[in-house]
């Protein structure tokens, strides 16, 4: 590609990951920031740096289907390659996620396949694992459930909590978003109806010290 790779991000939260990969001055340009939450931090953090964003409420339409399409479509419009999901907390209608096969990135606060969807801390501490962690995966209609990329580890310690093991975690994902985003930049990572790496299958997830 004889230009930068086009990102734009869809986020619910506060926007530490998008942060992260802003911070992280990647030779790409992002062209849209979205949310499904007009107070969303991440759309300060995106307007904090120059990126343009848009902001729609779920109850304005009538069905979840309207809603993803119409977000979707600003995306669509905003000339994007790639449409990394940095903490959306919507489950996207399967049609609309379709269309971004291969071009849609998620980042995920667990050792997929473990835990999939919410407090994959706690079920993770429930489960009395040794580690946790945080992975990155293509988005399929499954929720969490499309092939991984990569993946960062971090051990659990006696005496974590909920809290203080996201925390850790979230150090690990600021590392894991950039360097994944920065391997398609590239073109070290693609989509060839599946994962291809350095031009090789993925057959497993890649590391922080791989990428
Ligand atoms: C992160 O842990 C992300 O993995 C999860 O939601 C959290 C979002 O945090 N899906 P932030 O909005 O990026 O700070």
């Not at 790639?82 to 919507?90: D, E, F, H, T």
């Not at 929720?143 to 974590?160: E, N, S, T, W, Y």
Request: aromatic share 4%.
């Amino acid at each position: 590609m004889d230009r930068p790779l086009r990102v734009a991000a869809l986020a619910s939260g506060r926007g530490s990951n998008l942060a992260a990969l802003i911070a992280a001055r990647l030779p790409v340009e992002f062209v849209l920031v979205g949310s499904d939450k007009a107070r969303a931090g991440a759309l300060a953090v995106a307007t904090e740096a120059g990126i343009p964003t848009v902001s729609l409420h779920p109850r304005d339409f009538a069905t979840r289907a309207d809603f993803d399409r119409a977000l979707f479509g600003h995306v669509a419009a905003s000339g994007a390659d790639l449409l990394v999901l940095a903490g959306y907390m919507r489950i996207v209608d399967a049609d609309v996620v379709a269309a971004w096969e291969g071009r849609a990135i998620n980042v995920h606060p667990s050792l997929l396949p473990k835990y999939r969807g919410l407090h994959t801390h706690r079920q993770c501490l429930e489960a009395g694992d040794a580690e946790h962690g945080a992975s990155v995966h293509f988005v399929t209609a499954e929720l969490d459930g499309g092939p991984v990329v990569a993946q960062a580890r971090i051990p659990v310690l006696p005496g974590d909590t909920e809290i203080s093991l996201a925390e850790r975690l979230l150090v690990e994902e600021h590392k894991l978003l950039p360097a994944v985003v920065a391997a398609i930049a590239s073109g070290r990572l693609r989509w060839e109806g599946g994962a291809i790496f350095d031009g090789l299958p993925l057959t497993r997830p890649l590391g922080l010290t791989d990428l």
